[in-house]
Structure formats: structure tokens, C-alpha cells
């Protein structure tokens, strides 16, 4: 199983290579357990979406990854890799405005009440 980071690193340098822009990536753990980051990029053209995905693909494989699926490289506004650990959201900027997924995904991880802190603190 390849570790989640180089997995990471491969997927943006993907990205960086076809020219993506806004590239963000996202720690959901504490969200949800079925993978541990999101990372979403722009693409300027359906052409460069397809490509993104294409490219992902062959970097996360070359890594040893496992490519689990893919969504919407055809329909060139939006598409979804699943690499198990990582997904990644490639989309033109119009859907990715509409979608807003950076709301969804780049919330804070929950804090422990001050009150549990303080005994965590005390009891150390």
C-alpha cells in the first residue's frame, strides 16, 4: 500500500505538469473515513480536463497506486479520480464556483472543548 503523502505528491505533481490551476488540497480524516484527502484543481478546457485525468492516473499508478475509478472524463466539466486514499475533483471553473466544494471539504478540525483541555493539561 503506498503511503498517502507520496500518493499526495504524486497527484499534484500530475496536476502541476498539465498546467491545473488552483490546485488545493484537502485533510478530510477528521470528516470522513472513507479517504483521507480531496484534492480539487481547475482545468481551463475539456481537453485539458481529460488530460489532468489521464495524467493522474498514469502518475499515481507509476507510484504504485491503484486507480479505483474515474467519473465524467468524457463530459469534460467535471471529472472524479478515485485513487482509495485521495480523490481528486478536476472541473472547469464555472462548475467549480457552482459546487463549492472548498466549503464542503475545507472545514477545521473539530477543537476539544476548553473545559476536557484544561484536565487533558492537568492530568499530564
Given amino acids: 500500500m503506498i503511503d498517502v503523502r507520496r500518493l499526495q505528491k504524486a497527484a499534484v505533481g500530475a496536476l502541476e505538469d498539465i498546467k491545473a490551476r488552483e490546485i488545493e488540497v484537502f485533510d478530510v480524516a ?6 483521507d484527502r480531496v484534492i480539487i484543481a481547475s482545468a481551463d478546457s475539456a481537453r485539458q480536463l ?3 485525468a489521464g495524467h493522474v492516473q498514469e502518475k499515481a499508478k507509476a507510484a504504485g497506486a491503484r486507480v ?12 472524479l479520480v478515485d485513487l482509495g486514499d485521495i ?4 472541473m472547469q471553473p464555472a462548475v467549480r464556483s457552482h459546487y463549492n466544494l472548498e466549503e464542503l471539504w475545507g ?4 477543537r476539544k472543548p476548553r473545559a476536557r483541555r484544561r ?5 499530564k
Avoid at 68 to 79: I, K, L
Avoid at 87 to 90: A, D, L
Avoid at 119 to 123: E, I, N, P, Q, V
Wanted: charged share 20%; net charge negative; proline share 6%.
Fill in 30 to 35: 477528521h470528516l470522513t473515513s472513507m479517504f
Fill in 50 to 52: 481529460k488530460a489532468l
Fill in 68 to 79: 479505483h475509478g474515474v467519473e465524467g472524463e468524457d463530459g469534460g466539466d467535471w471529472a
Fill in 87 to 90: 480523490v481528486v475533483h478536476i
Fill in 107 to 110: 472545514q477545521p478540525k473539530p
Fill in 119 to 123: 484536565a487533558a493539561a492537568r492530568a
